[in-house]
């Protein structure tokens, strides 16, 4: 029973640490989760601005690429009109220069004063705006490029309908002298619009900002802003201005959204299935606990019981026995458990009869207050058993088998047989007292037929003496000593009848004529003590007694009545014994006229060795009451309150019938 706190408290440990081991692993199963997604997130965008990095390179390269073709076309019209004094070539390679290039807005020629001497297209409204020299950059990138000798580009300039343009001049020198200036006009969204190709749209906004974040020129098919951007330098042309990249596309977080949603609502319904499931182990360690306990509860009761158990199935096989019962019969429950008839304790010389009560007992007809039987320990000692058989049921309500309990009663026995025979003894010591104390009455009554004997013989001898014996007077005399010889004959019959030592056998005697011998016994007393004694007896049937037994009870009774008479006038002595017949039993009343009995001694007035009696012993009503006992009958006392002294008792006494 003390293992059961112990054993709760260590179980339920287990199970804190059963249930926190797949917390923490879900817990880390989640964080790894996240941070994998995290993880491909961050190598997404890294991608994402890879490729990014990437394609605003590629158009710049692309963007540099043309505008150095032009550049390298213009040079050659420059190093060419240098040359040469053909008007019509400027008009030939501009109009070429221009059908490859629809970027370029105007293609100019200035002379060495800044003024225009030509343009193509001539129309264009650039024309109207550059004149004179439109922005003052325009002015600036020309003395530039005049100055420097090389090609120049403009910073970027709005004109009127808010378009933003740059140009690129190239000079002309004609031996060593600035002849005149070459300029191509290239409108910046124009410039996009052609030399950004229709895929990179589609994926970045495009656009050409200077340090200001002002904006010069779009591309782009949507409206808004992307995270995710990039800008370079877009020099040449021009130090100031960015190529701003922005992609469109927002990396598509939804998938992962939707991932994240997914493992937490997972992870949840892990979290609360590992709830639902902590709440069963503990319902369950719980109930464990109990059974534990219980458990151990049994097997303790089990354990300190002395009383054997066996249980059997419905075909007798044994099914269990209890450490009692293998104390008992010295087999271990292994070579008990198993076994069939013939069992191994059971003893050689009975197996018949232990085979019959076995298959009495599968038939359900074992005696409900237990049968005894031997049995026969492991090393072949013989023992006593007590068995009571039930049916065993099952927790169904079936009836699986049967369920004996065992008592070895050897030393129960024993002690019975023990306290029989002092029992017995105490009655034969009993007997002789009473004889003892019946003795000089005894030899007085057995006087009398000796001293008449002595008397008719004293006579006949005389007779025989005068010599004319007639043998007609002698044989009357002898006919009345053969009598007084039975007489006397009779009494000592009955005395060493009474105390002769037999062992007590019941057998069918008639009541009558054991309290016809009483009488006989007690008459020579009564005589002497002055008493009467009157018999009411009706004919009563044979009971089954030992007759001895009945005489000892009888004789106590009348002579203890007969003592309580003592100190009643002589003429008031009065001993009646009556005697009933009923339906079950008869009675007999032995009532006299005595002292009567104190109600404070009534209740001790059975018991071994209570006397009121100087030289008493106190042991006759004691023996009267365990020998009516064991006749199955009973033995009272009473007041006799129809005593001529107005005081005496009755002891009743009854036997059972149905032994007769
Ligand atoms: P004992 O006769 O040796 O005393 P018993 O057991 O026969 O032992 O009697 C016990 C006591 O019961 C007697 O001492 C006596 O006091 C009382 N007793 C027995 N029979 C009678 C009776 N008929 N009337 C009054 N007292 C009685």
Redesign the pocket.
């Known amino acids: 029973m003390n293992i059961a706190p112990h054993l709760s408290s260590g179980s339920s440990r287990r199970l804190r640490w059963l249930l926190t081991l797949p917390k923490l692993g879900i817990v880390l199963l989640l964080a790894a989760l996240i941070a994998l997604l995290w993880l491909l997130h961050h190598n997404e965008a890294e991608e994402d601005r890879a490729a990014l990095i990437k394609d605003v390179l590629w158009l710049e390269q692309n963007l540099q690429f043309h505008l150095n073709g032009n550049e390298e076309q213009l040079q050659l019209l420059a190093m060419e009109m240098g040359h040469s004094h053909d008007r019509k070539l400027f008009r030939l390679r501009a109009e070429h220069m221009l059908k490859n290039s629809p970027d370029i807005a105007q293609i100019i020629q200035f002379d060495a004063a800044r003024q225009i001497v030509d343009a193509m297209p001539a129309t264009r409204p650039p024309e109207r705006d550059i004149e004179p020299f439109g922005p003052p950059v325009t002015a600036k990138a020309f003395d530039m490029a005049s100055r420097l000798g090389k090609r120049q580009y403009s910073e970027p300039f709005f004109l009127e309908d808010n378009r933003a343009f740059i140009e690129m001049l190239v000079p002309i020198f004609s031996e060593r002298r600035l002849t005149g200036m070459l300029a191509i006009v290239y409108p910046l969204d124009t410039l996009l619009a052609s030399q950004v190709p229709w895929w990179f749209t589609e994926k970045y906004k495009v656009e050409i900002v200077d340090d200001n974040d002002i904006r010069y020129a779009t591309k782009t098919y949507i409206e808004g802003n992307g995270d995710l951007r990039y800008e370079i330098p877009f020099d040449p042309p021009s130090a100031q201005l960015f190529l701003r990249v922005t992609s469109y596309h927002a990396p598509d977080n939804s998938l992962q959204r939707l991932l994240v949603a997914a493992i937490v609502l997972l992870a949840a319904g892990v979290f609360w299935s590992l709830w639902l499931v902590r709440d069963l182990m503990k319902k369950r360690v719980r109930a464990e606990d109990a059974l534990r306990s219980e458990h151990a509860f049994r097997a303790a009761m089990e354990d300190s019981l002395t009383v054997g158990m066996r249980a059997r199935d419905l075909l007798g096989r044994v099914v269990y026995v209890n450490p009692a019962f293998c104390r008992m019969t010295g087999f271990d429950a292994e070579e008990l458990v198993g076994r069939s008839p013939p069992m191994p304790y059971w003893a050689p010389e009975q197996l018949e009869e232990s085979y019959a009560m076995h298959q009495i007992v599968l038939a359900g007809e074992a005696p409900p207050d237990g049968f005894e039987i031997t049995f026969m320990r492991k090393n072949g000692e013989r023992f006593q058993a007590l068995v009571y058989e039930a049916k065993l049921i099952d927790g169904n309500g079936k009836h699986t088998g049967w369920m004996a309990s065992i008592l070895d009663i050897t030393e129960r026995k024993r002690t019975e047989e023990l306290a029989r025979q002092q029992q017995e003894q105490l009655q034969f010591t009993s007997r002789l007292v009473t004889m003892g104390e019946m003795a000089s009455t005894l030899a007085h009554e057995l006087n009398q037929p000796l001293a008449a004997i002595a008397s008719y013989n004293t006579g006949c001898l005389n007779v025989l003496n005068g010599g004319q014996a007639d043998p007609r007077d002698i044989r009357p005399a002898l006919e009345k000593i053969g009598l007084q010889a039975q007489r006397a004959g009779k009494i000592i019959r009955r005395v060493h009848d009474f105390v002769r030592k037999s062992e007590p056998k019941r057998a069918p005697c008639l009541l009558g004529e054991v309290i016809e011998d009483c009488l006989g016994f007690v008459e020579a007393e009564a005589r002497k003590r002055h008493v009467r004694m009157e018999c009411d007896i009706p004919p009563l049937p044979p009971v089954l007694a030992d007759r001895l037994m009945l005489e000892q009870v009888l004789l106590?009774?009348i002579?203890?009545?007969m003592?309580?008479m003592a100190g009643v006038p002589e003429s008031q002595r009065l001993i009646r014994i009556t005697g009933a017949v009923g339906d079950s039993e008869l009675s007999l009343h032995v009532a006299?006229s005595?002292?009567?009995?104190a109600p404070e001694?009534r209740a001790k007035?059975?018991t071994a060795f209570?006397?009121?009696?100087p030289e008493?012993?106190?042991?006759?009503?004691?023996i009267?009451r365990s020998i009516i006992e064991f006749h199955r009958g009973r033995l009272w006392v009473e007041d006799n309150l129809q005593s001529p002294t107005g005081s005496?008792?009755i002891?009743s006494l009854t036997l059972p019938l149905e032994t007769a």
């Open positions: 106590n009774l002579r203890n009545a003592e309580a006299d005595g002292s009567g009995i001694i007035l059975f209570f006397t009121t009696k008493g012993m106190g042991i006759g009503l004691s009267c005496g008792t002891f």
